[in-house]
């Protein structure tokens, strides 16, 4: 599945001094891939959605900046596979000029294009898998992981569970690098806390029956299953628990990735009382609002998940960086610019990007509302706990990326 969205913002007046501005532009035009699910369980979390949160970004800035860039968008399903998402960008860098890579749910896949880009000399802005691989062990000069990752969820939500008696706990993983990383940076942080690891299940990408493991849960009698997963899986295993009684045995469901796109999927009277983190709500502040308006009214009257945030914020960043240039066949260099450059958006607020390649902002802990508490469609939240930029991530000595300098 590919779409095209091309934007051209040159005034008539001028054209010639423009074509000289732009004369290290690839092509002359900026091309931006949006790799995506466009019909799988991601696809409400990201999907079509990334693509209008891009599409708004290039207007946006082109507006805001008086810029004078050609920026060209396009767009394809990598069905969460790896050789598949890493084949469209072989295709996309060798044969049709783009250069930098947007959005990338599900780790696996983006850990594949991570290597491409590096190999190719490109750029991934990744806002949608959460591996913290990436700006780790796996870390490159070419990606930025912008919105969150697994390390600020198991110490954003696993944190505060602990914390108020979930002591020890039974995982549900999706069988793939992000389910296995948010296992991981969970259970680290349940044992740093006092807590007890009781088993795990391993569970396949897009299951649709959840018995089996929701009994091999149930039964380890442990007082949180930590759901380990995302998008239609968190929503079928909520449910299915639901179904089994799990709940009202007295065992606790911990959602360590749930999008607002979940909570809509599962209702409030099933997802009442989850708590959550987020880097971003659309009804976060005046800015978040007016901004959520308008991608609602462009998206069928859905509200922006933090990821579709994120590939708007991420892609305003890069287009300031490469218009600061004045080209974008350099990778490595624009991403330089990108971590010299100071963040400011209407959605995350001011930023960095460390030497990691981490995006730096603040994180919430979120409440799910009880039904009688929403005064409103996609009213879901309410807010528990503020996490400062400089706690929400891993620390910069922590994740034994190459980039950063040893003390």
């Known amino acids: 599945m590919k779409r095209t969205l091309l934007y051209t913002m040159l005034a008539c007046l001028g054209l010639a001094s423009a074509g000289l501005a732009q004369a290290e532009i690839t092509g002359n035009v900026v091309k931006v891939g949006v790799l995506s699910d466009m019909s799988g369980p991601y696809a409400d979390l990201s999907g079509p959605g990334s693509v209008v949160a891009a599409k708004m970004a290039v207007e946006d800035y082109i507006k805001a900046a ?21 084949s469209v960008v072989r295709k996309w860098i060798d044969s049709e000029n783009v250069d930098m890579i947007l959005d990338v749910p599900t780790s696996s896949v983006a850990l594949a294009v991570n290597e491409i880009v590096k190999d190719k000399n490109k750029i991934m802005l990744n806002s949608t898998g959460g591996t913290s691989d990436l700006t780790g062990k796996a870390c490159t000069p070419n990606t930025v992981h912008w919105t969150y990752d697994t390390w600020m969820l198991a110490h954003g939500t696993g944190s505060a569970v602990v914390k108020s008696g979930g002591d020890s706990w ?97 209702g409030l009277q099933t997802a009442q009382g989850l708590q959550l983190t987020e880097t971003f709500y659309w009804d976060l502040n005046d800015s978040t609002r007016a901004w959520s308006k308008r991608f609602a009214a462009l998206h069928g009257g859905k509200m922006p998940t933090m990821v579709q945030a994120g590939v708007y914020s991420g892609l305003l960043h890069y287009l300031k960086a490469v218009d600061a240039l004045k080209e974008d066949g350099d990778g490595a260099k624009v991403v330089a610019k990108m971590k010299e450059l100071p963040t400011d958006d209407p959605l995350f607020g001011k930023g960095v990007i460390r030497a990691d390649g981490r995006k730096v902002h603040p994180a919430y802990l979120f409440e799910v509302k009880k039904p009688a508490e929403s005064k409103g469609p996609w009213d879901y939240y309410k807010l528990v706990q503020t996490i400062p930029a400089d706690q929400a991530f891993r620390p910069l000595d922590q994740g034994n990326c190459s980039l950063v300098a040893k003390k």
Request: hydrophobic fraction near 45%; charge should be neutral.
């Open 66 to 86: 008086g810029s004078k860039l050609k920026v060209e968008i396009v767009s394809a399903d990598h069905q969460n596979k790896p050789d598949v998402g890493a």
């Open 170 to 266: 039974f995982f549900l993983t999706a069988d793939y690098a992000f389910g296995h990383a948010l296992e991981r940076d969970t259970a680290a942080v349940v044992k740093a806390s006092g807590g007890k690891v009781l088993g795990d299940v391993k569970v396949p990408l897009n299951t649709q029956d959840f018995s089996s493991f929701l009994l091999q849960a149930q039964s380890s009698k442990a007082k949180i299953i930590g759901l380990a997963n995302a998008g239609g899986d968190t929503i079928n295993s909520i449910k299915q628990a639901a179904e089994f009684g799990i709940v009202k045995g007295g065992q606790k469901m911990a959602g360590l990735l749930v999008f607002i796109s979940d909570i809509h999927g599962l």
